[in-house]
């Protein structure tokens, strides 16, 4: 079983940078693959970024790619999510997920979510 609690949301200007953080409970943290999803009003929740649970290897959407990068501390049970050149068409709630299975950009196929966290860019 993983706890995820997500946190690090706000308000940014366009071009301006957030760090998410998704803190995890649970002593097999380290065997899941970590992902962030996100959600804007009126759309379907999207994969946005994951990473593997040694960190070798990290996956990304198309939108994001260049802009966000994701890493983990397994010590810490933590993931972060880190949002640079920030635009307004990436504001959403954004959830971290967990699953103990293959990489995958589907939602379904996480098994654990954090609350979300809100993220909202300005124009």
């Known amino acids: 079983q993983v706890q995820l609690v997500a946190s690090g949301g706000g308000l940014v200007q366009a071009g301006g940078s957030l760090r998410l953080s998704c803190a995890a409970s649970?002593?097999?943290?380290?065997?899941?693959?970590m992902g962030w999803f996100r959600q804007a009003p009126g759309k379907e929740r999207e994969f946005v970024i994951a990473?593997?649970?040694?960190?070798?290897?990290?996956y990304y959407a198309d939108s994001v790619k260049g802009r966000f990068t994701i890493s983990r501390d397994n010590a810490k049970n933590t993931v972060y999510l880190q949002m640079n050149s920030l635009k307004p068409e990436d504001t959403a709630v954004y959830y971290c997920?967990?699953?103990?299975?293959?990489?995958?950009?589907?939602?379904?196929?996480?098994?654990?979510w954090g609350q979300g966290t809100q993220v909202t860019v300005s124009s």
């Open positions: 997920a967990a699953t103990g299975q293959s990489w995958s950009p589907r939602v379904q196929s996480y098994d654990y």
């Open positions: 649970g002593r097999t943290f380290s065997r899941y693959i």
């Open positions: 990473i593997t649970w040694s960190g070798d290897r990290t």
